[in-house]
């Protein structure tokens, strides 16, 4: 992926998907809908992806499964045949020996950098989970990532995020915590570093429109997300490139905060908010569905499905925002 400055890039704000996996019916990858899948997004306007996530889903790397490496390389083939540069970021999870085995094979692959899951880490100290950064830091660029309890995050508190500002290899951090009160403390946190070169994304599915929309004003200084990172711009991804435009050009109007109601309320629906977030990713897998781009809603666990109504939540948004959409695009890289 060349000589490409994704930490720039990275800076100047951006939309990533984060990348869904392609099955067929018997649970195995289907590499040609995984390829036509990544040329969506390319096509859609994305400035980068991120793979190995979990929108991804994190069973790739089971023994039985091993799809983490081939699910990477297609990616990463994808991304080099694309005409213009794309940000690749790779999903890294575990304690340190599995996270530095993804991170060295995510910059054996021309990966960018890491989005560091800390997971794996429910009962470890503040002081651990840093050591584990610095250490995974030591072999790629992070970007950090506050991930919501209700999915298996943890709490971190304002300190966690100053030390972790302190550390180089940090680039950018997504927040994803589904809540204001946490999201300031991550903000109040890069205010204080005094760092500029760290990019802000926006993974609050809740509320994406008006973080990107919002002037922070901490500490003395001004701080803005930039793009987002989201497992919900793997969906209608050439509305949400023109919505992060708007973003940046217009500021908050009545018109956009509205809109992000609209895309809260898909989210809602997409996402199984109301079962806890149990069926998140066979919602996106349904949205790509019947967009033609997936041939099903199989996930590796046989037991992760769609949730009882979801199919016709999801139908209901779909009737009630057709501006927020793109199936004639999608329908260009659908596989028949």
Not at 1 to 26: D, Y
Not at 35 to 54: D, Q
Request: glycine letters at 10%; proline letters at 4%.
């Amino acid at each position: 992926m060349g000589n490409f400055n994704a930490h720039a890039a990275l800076l100047e704000g951006l939309v990533i998907p984060a990348h869904p996996l392609a099955l067929n019916a018997g649970r195995k990858l289907d590499e040609a809908r995984q390829r036509a899948l990544s040329r969506y997004y390319i096509a859609a306007g994305a400035g980068g992806l991120a793979v190995g996530v979990h929108t991804t889903q994190f069973e790739i790397r089971q023994p039985q499964h091993g799809l983490l490496r081939p699910v990477l390389e297609l990616a990463a083939e994808e991304l080099r045949q694309a005409k213009r540069p794309l940000v690749a970021i790779g999903g890294i999870c575990g304690q340190t020996a599995q996270a530095l085995s993804e991170a060295q094979l995510l910059r054996e692959l021309g990966y960018h950098a890491g989005l560091l899951s800390l997971a794996a880490w429910p009962q470890a100290s503040e002081a651990e989970l840093i050591a584990h950064c610095r250490e995974v830091g030591e072999v790629l660029p992070l970007i950090g990532f506050y991930l919501q309890p209700a999915v298996g995050g943890r709490l971190l508190s304002q300190a966690f995020w100053e030390a972790l500002c302190e550390l180089p290899a940090l680039q950018a951090i997504k927040i994803a915590a589904f809540n204001r009160y946490q999201t300031l403390d991550v903000l109040r946190a890069v205010a204080r570093s005094g760092r500029r070169d760290i990019a802000l994304y926006t993974g609050n599915d809740d509320n994406i429109i008006a973080d990107l929309c919002t002037p922070f004003t901490l500490e003395g200084r001004e701080l803005r997300f930039v793009g987002g990172l989201l497992g919900h711009w793997a969906l209608w991804t050439q509305p949400a490139v023109q919505l992060l435009q708007r973003c940046k050009t217009e500021g908050p109007s009545a018109e956009l905060l509205g809109l992000g109601a609209q895309v809260t309320d898909m989210n809602a629906a997409v996402f199984d908010a109301a079962n806890g977030f149990a069926g998140c990713i066979a919602g996106i897998h349904e949205v790509l569905r019947l967009q033609g781009l997936l041939e099903g809603t199989w996930c590796l666990n046989p037991h992760e499905g769609l949730s009882p109504g979801q199919a016709a939540a999801i139908a209901r948004v779909r009737a009630a925002y057709p501006h927020l959409q793109d199936d004639a695009l999608a329908a260009t890289f659908a596989q028949h």
